[in-house]
């Protein structure tokens, strides 16, 4: 709990050099020992330093690359840990709770209660329920089969169609397309068409949206 007399270690990770200092000026003035920081992508060796009894990872979540760095990080530490995380519940907690963390928190949860998740997760004691868990990481493989089948969708495009869905997704007109490549815009309706039909999708909105949950995760 928050006022035990106990010198809990820590050691730290984040995305940002800046959050790093800042996390271990806080936990050091609630009288937490960090054993060790390091970034995201750091050898999950650096964060085991110390022998840390848990560990905190502070992190975005911004897109894939770094959602799959992250719980590539946690499955290296193998430690108990608590993640803090602009990402809104739902799928993405779930990944970093089925790759080994024991808690993901909210990145405006109080200090209070972040040192008790912290004392929790070094105790054995899980910071979700079962159907919590079980819920959250339901929504992850909903998240990681959808972009799976997106992967297999945007594999069936040709060189071009992938080009045109490209530019569509930066805003692009079919007009400022078929100026582009130099030929009709009928020609560009083709090609979008064709996105359209592999898709499975009825308007450039929705293949554009869909695209984009492919290069950027989002929570349903």
Known sequence: MAGSTARLRVAVSADETMTLDAVRVALDERGITVTATAATDADPADLLLGDPATWLVVTALDDWPQLDRVCALVRGVRLPGVALTTAPRGGLWGALIEA???????ADTD???IEGSLRDAAEGRRGHSPAEIEGLVAQWHLMRDGRERMRRLIASLTVREHEVLDLLYDGASVAEIAARFGVAQTTVRTQVKAILRKFGVGSQL???AAYDRFLRP???
């Open 100 to 106: 080994g963390l024991v808690e993901v928190l909210p």
């Open 111 to 113: 200090s209070d209660t």
């Open 206 to 208: 929705a293949a554009v």
């Open 218 to 220: 989002h929570q349903s």
